[in-house]
T-cell receptor
Framework: ETGVTQSPTHLIKTRGQQVTLRCSSQ?????VSWYQQALGQGPQFIFQ???????GRGNFPPRFSGLQFPNYSSELNVNALELDDSALYLC????????????FGPGTRLTVT | AQSVSQHNHHVILSEAASLELGCNYS??????LFWYVQYPGQHLQLLLK??????LVKGIKGFEAEFIKSKFSFNLRKPSVQWSDTAEYFC????????????FGAGTRLTVKP
């Protein structure tokens, strides 16, 4: 059973640029959630996708957007990057929607300069 | 503001000591509760969860947690810690009727001295 994978591992971007992060969910999982984790903080919920539709969203501005594909993999897009967007971005998949147990990937470390 | 609070930022214990990590939340209504653990160099992984039923839930590696609704608490316990329990522990609250929002606490770093 392949776990959740994320790419790239690390990324450095300049303020104002756009970035796309990718996530492959665990086999058989149809739900993907994205989180932002700043240093020394717990993960903050960005949004959840279920069967290619956004199924819940945290308190993040619209410049954070996402996609889920028919194979349940997912992308997180962030436009107009700001310095405060520097963080670890975590993807988690689960076999059902809602608050069921989630399986986390290793994360993508984004640095905005 | 609504939140998930973990009272201890860093806990240091000797092996065989008992552990209790506090978690309080301030959301009313239906919640699902979780403890996640992150061992050094590894991904976040589920330790245990509570959705309904018996408020005392058992998880992996001898951990358990008790849901006390009146206190809005979900404390994590282990009677005897091991050096391998050294990790960061996160309490999380899912709000199934509020955009499936999942709120994490700031985490508690546990260091177990051999």
């Amino acid at each position: 059973e392949t776990g959740v994978t994320q790419s790239p591992t690390h990324l450095i971007k300049t303020r104002g640029q756009q970035v796309t992060l990718r996530c492959s969910s665990q086999s058989g999982h149809n739900t993907v959630s994205w989180y932002q984790q700043a240093l020394g903080q717990g993960p903050q919920f960005i949004f959840q996708y279920y069967r290619e539709e956004e199924n819940g969203r945290g308190n993040f501005p619209p410049r954070f957007s996402g996609l889920q594909f028919p194979n349940y993999s997912s992308e997180l897009n962030v436009n107009a990057l700001e310095l405060d967007d520097s963080a670890l971005y975590l993807c988690a998949s689960s076999p059902r929607t809602g608050g069921n147990e989630q399986y986390f990937g290793p994360g993508t470390r984004l640095t905005v300069t | 503001a609504q939140s998930v609070s973990q009272h201890n930022h860093h806990v240091i214990l000797s092996e065989a000591a008992s552990l209790e990590l506090g978690c309080n939340y301030s959301y009313g209504g239906t919640v699902n509760l979780f403890w996640y653990v992150q061992y050094p160099g590894q991904h976040l992984q589920l330790l245990l969860k509570y959705f309904s039923g018996d408020p005392l839930v058992k998880g992996i590696k001898g951990f358990e947690a008790e849901f006390i609704k009146s206190k809005f608490s979900f404390n994590l316990r282990k009677p005897s810690v091991q050096w391998s329990d050294t990790a960061e522990y996160f309490c999380a609250v899912n709000l199934p009727y509020n955009n499936n929002d999942m709120r994490f606490g700031a985490g508690t770093r546990l260091t177990v001295k051999p």
